[in-house]
T-cell receptor, first 113, second 116 residues
Framework: AQSVTQLDSQVPVFEEAPVELRCNYS??????LFWYVQYPNQGLQLLLK??????LVKSINGFEAEFNKSQTSFHLRKPSVHISDTAEYFC???????????FGQGTILTVHP | DADVTQTPRNRITKTGKRIMLECSQT?????MYWYRQDPGLGLRLIYY???????NKGEISDGYSVSRQAQAKFSLSLESAIPNQTALYFC???????????????FGPGTRLTVL
């Protein structure tokens, strides 16, 4: 069985400030990890993913996440946020070849001017 | 055109009514999924299908049924809608294990369902 815990339900920040959205997972097998983003009134879009190799993965819009196996974490970070980053962010894990995703509860990031 | 489409996008219905939500995809993926999203609960899996002849219950299948009419179509039905089925419903697809063992999923835009 696998599970995902997003430690913060809401994160308010000011524009240009750094942000970290926390995600911890549990799984009895090797994992693949994902961050999805949901902008207001839209579906989910893949932001970034860890499959193998380098533990630091990056998105095209400045987010990055680091896979930490010993701490079973996959925290999402951005050094300087923009108003347009306001959205809900979901961490997800896939741990078996049968391929189901387990999602966390979501973190609402609100960027204030 | 969008790769994963859902119809309707919004629906208001009454308790006891039967309702069907439809999902179509042009990605050529074998696997399709239905989720519901509730505030603070994230996405929860209702049903999933790994091919036309393979349908499986997810974690919250009670009160729902599905039909996989073709590789590209996967419908979700509420036989007798109740107010606590008010939620945002998402369809998703993924490629088969041989090509994508990590199961990256692609989502439709969602259907907002309100049951009065």
């Amino acid at each position: 069985a696998q599970s995902v815990t997003q430690l913060d339900s809401q994160v308010p920040v000011f524009e240009e400030a750094p942000v970290e959205l926390r995600c911890n997972y549990s799984s009895s097998v090797s994992v693949y990890l994902f961050w999805y983003v949901q902008y207001p009134n839209q579906g989910l879009q893949l932001l970034l993913k860890y499959l193998s190799g380098s533990t630091l993965v990056k998105s095209i819009n400045g987010f990055e996440a680091e896979f930490n196996k010993s701490q079973t974490s996959f925290h999402l970070r951005k050094p300087s946020v923009h108003i347009s980053d306001t959205a809900e962010y979901f961490c997800a894990v896939s741990g078996t070849s049968y391929g189901k995703l387990t999602f966390g509860q979501g973190t609402i990031l609100t960027v204030h001017p | 055109d969008a790769d994963v489409t859902q119809t309707p996008r919004n629906r208001i219905t009454k308790t006891g009514k039967r309702i069907m939500l439809e999902c179509s995809q042009t990605k050529g993926h074998d696997r399709m999924y239905w989720y519901r999203q509730d505030p603070g609960l994230g996405l929860r899996l209702i049903y999933y299908s790994f091919d036309v002849k393979d349908i499986n219950k997810g974690e919250i299948s009670d009160g729902y049924s599905v039909s996989r009419q073709a590789q590209a179509k996967f419908s979700l039905s509420l036989e007798s809608a109740i107010p606590n089925q008010t939620a945002l419903y998402f369809c998703a697809t993924s490629d088969f294990v041989g090509r994508a063992p990590y199961n990256e999923q692609f989502f439709g835009p969602g259907t907002r369902l309100t049951v009065l």
